[in-house]
């Protein structure tokens, strides 16, 4: 059996400024098992899927840039019958943030949100009336790192309005109102392994920032969830991530209430380095599945 491992052209870009490149730490596990894999950049045409019995999803951080591509990508590999972790269902569900609409459908808050259709005609103006608030989000349905997402003041949005309608040209959209918690506390990111909780952080802005991206300034913290809190997070991996590899929960708490801001379940970064238990438990979590498919790890 050999395994590809997932990856895009600028493998380990996106990990230069943090404390861990997860790259590195998932080579470390397969070679330590004795396991024949290659890392594989997912748009090279030159690969030969078909010499691969899994695929493992682990950083096609571009994409959100090369969309239709990586679409056709996904389902030629579903052509192939190739079986990839996270299944590649799941890819195809969660690569467009429409997905949050149908978790809201299911009784689970999200944060407030209105899509706007690539081309469709809007006034952002009558979003800051109703979503009753002074400042806006916007962003992508299909994105990553915040590409593309912008805070609009309600005094001064109309000086962006022909930034923000070339925007919408182009693809889809999501309107909400900023989430004050997010930069006076931070979004919070619940990681699962095999549906089992693992390991959760605080990412916090820098002042003056509301992006919680490291490569922002943003700061991480480990935190623990209460077991009320963690019986709900468990109720909705168990609702729309019960077949995964790896599932991370972002969201922010407000008077109780978890609003769920994004459940990613292609390439999420696991913040593996915040505890020697993170890493046992991918490592465990891993194995466990890479087993089904070959024995006597």
């Not at 509301?210 to 623990?224: A, D």
């Not at 991996?237 to 990613?264: C, H, I, K, Q, S």
């Amino acid at each position: 059996m050999k395994i590809g491992v997932i990856t895009y052209e600028n493998r380990g870009s996106y990990a230069t400024s943090t404390e861990v490149d997860e790259d590195e730490l998932l080579e470390k596990i397969l070679k330590e098992v004795e396991i024949a894999f290659n890392f594989e950049v997912w748009s090279d045409p030159k690969v030969d899927w078909k010499k691969y019995s899994l695929l493992l999803i682990k950083s096609p951080w571009d994409y959100f840039d090369r969309y239709t591509e990586f679409l056709t990508w996904c389902h030629s590999v579903q052509e192939l019958g190739i079986p990839t972790l996270n299944s590649m269902e799941t890819i195809l569900w969660n690569s467009d943030k429409w997905y949050l609409k149908e978790i809201q459908q299911k009784g689970f808050p999200i944060v407030p949100t209105h899509y706007l259709r690539k081309q469709e005609p809007f006034d952002l103006g009558n979003f800051f009336t109703d979503f009753d608030t002074d400042k806006l989000i916007i962003k992508p349905t299909v994105s990553g790192g915040s590409k593309n997402t912008l805070k609009l003041q309600k005094e001064s949005w109309r000086e962006k309005q022909e930034m923000i309608a070339a925007l919408l040209n182009q693809e889809d959209f999501m309107v909400q109102p900023f989430v004050e918690e997010v930069a006076k506390t931070g979004e919070y990111s619940y990681i699962f392994f095999n549906r089992e909780f693992s390991h959760a952080v605080l990412k916090s802005p820098k002042k003056g920032e509301f992006r919680v991206q490291h490569f922002f300034g943003g700061t991480i913290h480990q935190v623990s969830p209460t077991p009320d809190q963690l019986e709900y997070l468990q109720k909705l991996v168990d609702t729309f991530a019960n077949d995964t590899l790896y599932a991370r929960v972002d969201g922010v708490w407000t008077e109780g209430v978890f609003y769920l801001m994004e459940l990613e379940l292609i390439e999420p970064y696991l913040f593996l380095f915040t505890s020697a238990k993170a890493m046992e438990n991918y490592k465990k979590a891993l194995l466990e599945r890479i087993s089904e498919y070959v024995g006597g790890i």
